[in-house]
């Protein structure tokens, strides 16, 4: 099942808040290299690089934290930066988004931004721009980032995110209805090749897995669940985490090391196991395994994603702050 949560935004009426929800996608005006010769003497994308780099240097994980936080952004309201607006009713304190981060880094490379061209570049860009550069420094390659989002006046007052034991039915639809088809969601998925799971989002699996009592039959592999088990106790370390790419070597690394980890029946979350079993994607992650162009293909659905809902032209404004609007 998603994870609906419900946010009240004062002074909006609920017929605005729906007929805003259901405008429709405005990406026309997207384009690779909107920002060029659009801030003075300095390089927007550059600018955007250099401050995510020297982050990275200090802190490997934003590669995963950037990947869920453009993740968790577009697929709210589409790609226009309300998960960074702090208020009484944002986004942030949602519990899908309680552990979501890189939301420094975002204001990092925003402050550099205003110093150089202010009132130029978007959030919603930044977010973009940021998390194409994490995946490239990860070795993910570095796919051309479409430019010219604006930025949302409100937080989503809906919260509806695909969770952890999601059927693979369901996820189809729910990436469908963003216009993305079921190669994307095999690929965008594995985006967790980078990333970490807390023991209270697959723990079930372990112990009591559809109060069965028991593990979940797919965890075959005895040494694996007993591994898990010990990084996870039943009465306790909820709040532990867990690589959801197996290959350690790789956890790191944006490759095809988590389509070839759930190949062998080593996926942490239910949806992530499932994809490598269910006849209406297991094909798709086999394909996945044994070609080469991950970077490339990953690259492509990532670009698809950043067209999710976008505010261009004149809707939506240019933020002096994330945090905040004008």
């Keep these: 099942m998603s994870t609906k949560i419900p946010l009240r935004l004062h002074g909006l009426p609920t017929i605005i808040i729906l007929l805003l929800s259901l405008a429709p996608p405005s990406s026309g005006a997207l384009e690779v290299g909107f920002y060029k010769g659009k801030c003075g003497f300095g390089d927007v994308e550059s600018i955007v690089?250099?401050?995510?780099?020297?982050?990275?240097?200090?802190?490997?994980t934003l590669v995963a934290a950037l990947l869920r936080l453009h993740f968790h952004d577009c697929f709210v309201s589409g790609c226009d930066a309300?998960?960074?607006l702090d208020g009484s009713n944002s986004e942030k304190d949602a519990p899908p988004n309680l552990t979501v981060r890189g939301y420094d880094l975002i204001d990092a490379v925003k402050i550099q931004l205003e110093k150089t061209c202010p009132g130029v570049v978007s959030c919603a860009d930044i977010i973009a721009m940021a998390t194409r550069d994490v995946v490239n420094w990860a070795g993910g390659g570095r796919y051309n980032v479409e430019?010219?989002?604006?930025?949302?006046?409100?937080?989503?007052?809906?919260?509806?995110?695909?969770?952890p034991s999601i059927s693979v039915k369901d996820s189809i639809a729910v990436f469908s209805k963003r216009n993305l088809s079921v190669t994307d969601m095999v690929y965008l998925l594995g985006g967790?090749?980078?990333?970490?799971?807390?023991?209270?989002?697959?723990?079930?699996?372990?112990?009591?897995?559809?109060?069965t009592g028991g593990p979940d039959p797919t965890i075959d592999d005895p040494f694996f669940l007993n591994d898990l088990q010990t990084q996870c106790p039943e009465d306790s370390g909820d709040e532990n985490t867990v690589f959801l790419d197996q290959n350690r070597m790789s956890s790191f690394i944006?490759?095809?090391?988590?389509?070839?980890?759930?190949?062998?029946?080593?996926?942490i979350l239910e949806i992530d196991q499932q994809l490598a079993l269910d006849p209406l994607t297991k094909d798709l992650v086999s394909n996945v395994v044994f070609r080469s162009d991950f970077g490339f293909k990953f690259g492509q659905a990532m670009i698809k994603m950043g067209r999710i809902q976008v505010l261009t032209g004149s809707l939506g404004e240019i933020r002096s702050t994330c945090a905040a609007v004008n």
């Design 49 to 60: 690089q250099g401050v995510v780099t020297a982050a990275l240097k200090r802190d490997r």
């Design 82 to 84: 309300s998960l960074l």
């Design 147 to 163: 430019t010219g989002r604006r930025d949302a006046f409100q937080p989503a007052n809906i919260i509806d995110l695909p969770g």
């Design 192 to 211: 967790h090749t980078v990333g970490e799971s807390q023991c209270i989002f697959f723990k079930d699996r372990l112990y009591n897995y559809k109060n």
């Design 254 to 267: 944006v490759d095809n090391s988590f389509h070839r980890q759930i190949s062998r029946q080593r996926g």
